[in-house]
């Protein structure tokens, strides 16, 4: 059986589309790395032209943007480091004694029903004493081993995070020859509705980035002088890393909490203390759920507040984490393929046959 020329094209192209997602499928746990230098290069280009406009060389450029962007990330692992190395001593110390206070409420209560809930304050401070004094070492074997990574795959971690920078310096200082070449590979015929297409995504992602990056802003500042107002001593790291770690989704908000609830554990050493910490992240929570990321991100893309909830629900259920994460730049990807699928509906036969004539041809008629 012969095959039309269209049928052809589309299988060949079929072709073509089975070959690309069988090569990354292949190559995709080399790719990650490059993926997120691409990322890195995309958001800090415009950067690099406004400095390469004001005559600075853009060898130059890329790479003062490459190294703001690693100082403002390793500003916040060193924020946050001190405060975890400080706080896991202590707890040697204080958690016990603690756990002592809450068996002196809690045991008379559960006695009248019968139950024995004292807790063993010697067994949590054999295991606390474990952990902390002197064996963090074997603790850090064992998540390894319970992870299943050796020192290999802890190697290749440390040379994709060296590898990355450095790709995304290339990437940037060649990004509009790149781009052009990439461009270059479209059929001609095609190249004037992708370029249209380009730039409108293009735009999209250009408002969620700084959508994002104000809702980052806003809850730093939320998070720091709400637990500066319970009277947390250190409610400036803590509440600094909370809100620029809410670009990832879910796990950022927890571990903000896990640090601030441990710090207030520590400082306070009550139940009132923890419960105020506890309160400030739930309403920073509601807060950023129910209203910064649908109105500043979602306004900003387009996406109706619903449609943001269903994208990071429906991609985290389908891709894991990884779709929480691209949840919102995928989503205003779509977007944009959707609203020319929608033009293309709404002016085909399909849509407009046999509908009414309009109000402007009935009275031309008349």
Known sequence: MSLTATQARALAWLALAVAAWWLLSLLSPVLLP??????????????????????????????????????VLLAVAL?????VTRQLPLLREQIPPLFEQLNLWLAPWAQRFGINAEIDVNLVRDVLRRMVSGHEGELIDRLLSSLRIGGSAVAAVLGNLVLMPIVAYYLLLDWSGLVARCKALVPPRWQHSTQRF???????????????????????????????????????????????????????????????????????????????????????????????????????????????????MAFGHVFGFVGVLIALPASAVLLVAVRRLQAVYVGSPLYTHGAPPSRSAQDGEG
Do not use: C, K, N
């Open 79 to 83: 924020m946050i480091v001190p405060v």
């Open 198 to 312: 380009l730039d409108e995504t293009d735009e999209v992602l250009g408002q969620y980035l700084r959508g994002q990056l104000l809702v980052m802003g806003i809850l730093a500042v939320f998070y720091t002088v709400a637990l500066a107002g319970v009277g947390l001593s250190l409610a400036l790291p803590i509440g600094v890393f909370t809100g620029l770690a809410v670009f990832v989704p879910y796990l950022g908000f927890g571990l903000g909490l896990v640090l601030g609830l441990l710090a207030a554990l520590l400082q306070f050493q009550s139940l009132t203390g923890v419960l105020l910490v506890a309160a400030v992240y739930a309403v920073g929570q509601v807060l950023e759920s129910l209203y910064l990321t649908p109105r500043l991100l979602g306004e900003r893309i387009g996406l109706h507040p619903i449609a943001v909830i269903f994208a990071l």
């Open 34 to 71: 490059f993926v997120v230098a691409a990322v890195m290069a995309y958001a800090l280009h415009p950067a690099v032209e406004a400095l390469h406009a004001r005559r600075v060389p853009r060898w130059l450029g890329a790479g003062v943007a490459i190294v703001l962007l690693m100082v």
